[in-house]
């Protein structure tokens, strides 16, 4: 079947700008997670979503950040007023549930913030 | 300190050798415990859970100890297409759940 999906796979903006980074996870699976990983860095977990809970934010590095599922599916990763540091590559993974299930993980969107 | 730790490396090792990567972590709470493997470039995929009990799969073991914050990923009779960063990652629901990945340790296995 289907894999994650993301969408760009790549995005170059210029500083300032508003970004919009799309997830579309397995069918099937209710748990959604955003990632960033900056290069040669680990993973660092910005938000996941289970099911139709309210999703944990505490992760998101700043309010430039927001992120919304709609219909339990599909999720959109915003980023507001982009700055440098943000350039990253931003990986959505899904899972069947949240927890012990293996996360599967998209191909990641690489972000330029010129 | 970080919350999940990892020796970066590099490992270089020669085929055949058999080789071990030790992670530990801070945080009590974990629940549950996974290694992943990410090729350069590429988006990270499981290579095993890891078991209080320990687990084997293949040429790889995974061992927990839960007393000392620990885990282990053992790798016999390495092969070139071992090649690879390998990623600690752990569970942990303090009231919130959230998923830990350590940064990483990479492995050059050559000819």
């Known amino acids: 079947g289907a894999g994650v999906s993301q969408s760009p796979s790549n995005k170059v903006t210029e500083k300032g700008k508003d970004v919009e980074l799309r997830c579309d996870p397995i069918s099937g699976h209710t748990a959604l997670y955003w990632y960033r990983q900056s290069l040669g860095q680990g993973l660092e977990f910005l938000i996941y979503f289970q099911g139709n809970s309210a999703p944990d934010k505490s992760g998101l590095p700043s309010d430039r950040f927001s992120a919304e599922r709609t219909g339990g599916s599909v999720s959109t990763l915003t980023i507001q007023r982009t700055q440098q540091e943000d350039s990253a590559v931003y990986l959505c993974a899904s899972s069947l549930v949240e927890g012990e299930y293996t996360q599967y993980f998209g191909p990641g969107t690489r972000l330029t913030v010129l | 300190r970080k919350e999940v730790e990892q020796d970066p490396g590099p490992f270089n090792v020669p085929e055949g050798a058999t080789v071990a990567f030790n992670c530990t972590y801070s945080?009590?709470?974990?629940?549950?415990f996974f290694w992943y493997r990410q090729d350069c470039r590429k988006e990270p995929k499981l290579l095993m859970s890891v078991y209080s009990s320990g687990n084997e799969d293949g040429r790889f073991t995974a061992q927990l100890n839960r007393a000392s914050q620990y885990i282990s990923l053992l790798i016999r009779d390495s092969k070139l297409s071992d090649s690879a960063t390998y990623l600690c990652?752990?569970?942990?629901?303090?009231?919130?759940?959230?998923?830990?990945f350590g940064a990483g340790t990479r492995l050059f296995v050559k000819a």
């Open positions: 990652v752990v569970n942990l629901n303090t009231g919130g759940f959230k998923t830990i």
């Open positions: 945080n009590s709470a974990s629940q549950s």
